[in-house]
């Protein structure tokens, strides 16, 4: 993979571990801090994507913060099976916001009273 193209993906060993096969940079914490050291790793290595599993995301909500004012990575959180939250839809919902100016594509399918 070109070095611009580089993507990496931060989570739990037994659900990001497959991801590999397909070329991406595999990052297993085993805490917050290492979490951490890991996201920087990988803002110093100039990957052009990070995907964080949504476990991790709320516990890294500030550096990711931090980071959406930088043209890269873009950290994108996403949920497995094995739970589900709105921290996941908020951080897409922002990044809508940013690239397009609105959050139209996550009105769509609500009700005209409905709120998240």
Partial sequence: ????????????RDLVAPFKVFGLTVLTPASTEEARTMLAQVVQEKYAICLIQETWLDSLKPEVAELSHKFAPVCVGFSDFRASSESVENLMRELSIKAIGSDALFTRGRKENETR
């Fill in 1 to 12: 993979m070109s070095e611009a193209g580089k993507i990496a993906i931060i989570g739990d």
